[in-house]
């Protein structure tokens, strides 16, 4: 029998979002950035998002979205967390084009899963890098929630 995979949830990343900046078709889809401009972590770890980095997006023609996400957050006792995640988000064709226009959709109808990954030199959080972490993700006309699990 392989092993059970479980995951623990751990916190939950609330990342603002700017405006949309397309680059426009590069072959294989659009390229588009979205800068993260604030936010929140509460959970086992609480803090702010920084107000820089971005989600750096390709949209397939099938509308899937390949998303890598690269940010930073501080947390409350003011340890600094780099955050590299990347995934992919897809569903119905006319609710992600709803999206990619700005507009509002019911997160529960679209497949949003990532996986983080950290980095800090805060060693009361150096477990961040110590394991594997996924997460589940729903995108709003202003913010992108993320519910980051840890892999047991």
Partial sequence: MPPVIETRYVFTITACIGEVTSAGGIGIGERRIIPIIGGEVKGDVN????????????????ELIELEAKYAFETDDGAVIY??????????VDLLQKLKRGEAVDPRLIYFRTVPKFE???E???????????ASAARHTDRVVIDVHQVL
């Fill in 47 to 62: 803090g702010k998002v920084l107000p820089f980095g971005a989600d750096f997006q390709i949209i397939r023609p099938n």
């Fill in 83 to 92: 955050v590299e995640n990347r995934g992919i988000r897809f569903g119905p």
């Fill in 120 to 122: 800090t030199g805060a």
């Fill in 124 to 134: 009361k959080y150096s477990w961040l890098m110590e394991h594997i972490f996924v």
